[in-house]
C-alpha cells in the first residue's frame, strides 16, 4: 500500500503496532534470565526497526514483496533465537501475525501464522512451564483475531476502492452528460436561430426585393425615383444574400460538409450496438432550403434513435425522394413495432415521434407512422418544395 494514501488512523494503527513491538521485545528482555536473551531482544529490534525504515519493505508495492519477505524471514529467525533463549519472546507473536498476514499474500500468510502460534506455545513447553489451556488458547485465539481484523480490513479497504471508483465514473459520466446536454442546447439553438431567420428576416427581405422590381417596372422611364428603388433593391438584395449566410452558418454540423443525402448516407455507417442501416436516393436530388435539410436531417436521426432504442430491428432503410412538387423521407425497420394509437405523448421535449411530427408540420408538410406489433415500423415526412428554380426559396 502506498504510504501517501493511509489515512490519519492507519497511521495511528501503524505507530501502535510499533509501541506494541517495542514494548513486547522490552519486556523480553527485562525478563530475560541472560545476556544472551537480552542480546536477542536488542537483535530482533534492530531487524525490526531497520524494516520498517526502508522503502522497499515500508511501501509494500508488488515490486517490492521480495524484498519485503526476505526481511520478514530474518525478523521471524531472530523471533524463533529469542524464543529459544526466554519463554517471554513469545508475546512478539502478535504483532508478527499482522506484518506476516500484511506482507505476504493470504496462500502464504494463513499457513505462515498457525507456524508461528505452534512455536510459541512449543516454546512456552519447552521451557518448562506449566500446562494449562491458556496456553494453547492464548497463541490460537491472538491468530484468530489478527486474521479476521485482517482481512475484515482488507474486504473493507476493497469495498472502499469500488465505491471511490464508481464515485470518479459518476463524475466523469455527469460531466460528460452536462457537456453533451450543452451542445444539444447549442445545436437547439443554432437551428432555431436559423429557423427564424429563414422565416422571418430572409422572407421578409424577399418579399421587400420582389416588391421593389414590381414597383420599378411600373414607374414610368425617367422617373427621379427609379434610382432610389434600384438602390433599395440592391440592398434588400445584399442583406438577404448575408441572412442567407448566416443561415448556413448555423446549421446542424451533419450538413456543413455536404448535401443532406451525404448526412444521410454517414448516419447509415455500421455501428457495433445499432442494427445494419442502408440509404438510397429517389429521383432527381434539388438544393433545398436549409430548414428543409435540417428538419429531415434531424427526423431521420431520430426516428433511427427511435429504432436502435426501442424497436431491437436487425435492419432499417433510410430512403430520401425527390418528387416534382415535394420531398419525401421514409424511415422503415424490421423491428417488434408497437401500437401508434396508444403511444403516449414523448415527456423529453425534443426527441420522439411528436417532435418529429411538429419539426414537419412546422414547414407545411405531414408526418405519418405506420406500425403494429411485430410487424415493423415506417416513419414518413413529407414536404412541399417551395416555389423557385430548383426548389429553393427566394
Known sequence: MDPRSLTPALRALRLCLHLLMAGLLALAAVRADSGIGVALAVVTGAVYAAGSALPSVRDSVRDSRRAAAVWLGLLCASWLALL?????GLWVAFPLYFLQLHLLPIRWSLPAVGLTAVAAILSYVRHGAPLNPGVFIGPLLG????VATVLGYQALYRESERRRRMVEELIATRAELAAAERHAGTLAERERLAREIHDTLAQGLSSIQLLLRAAERALPEGSPAAGHIERARRAAQDNLAEARRFVRALSPADL???SLAAALERLC???ETGPRARFSVSGTPVELPTPYEVALLRIAQSALANTVRHASAARTEITLSFMDAS??????DDGKGFDPVRLAPSAEGGFGLPAMRSRAESLGGTFTVESAPGQGTAVAVSLPLPAGPSGVST
Not at 529459544?84 to 517471554?88: F, I, N
Request: net charge negative; charged share 20%; glycine share 4%.
Open 84 to 88: 529459544w533463549a526466554t519463554p517471554d
Open 269 to 271: 455507417e455500421p455501428t
Open 143 to 146: 491468530a484468530a483475531v489478527a
Open 327 to 332: 420531398v419525401t423521407l421514409d424511415v422503415v
Open 256 to 258: 456543413e460538409h455536404g
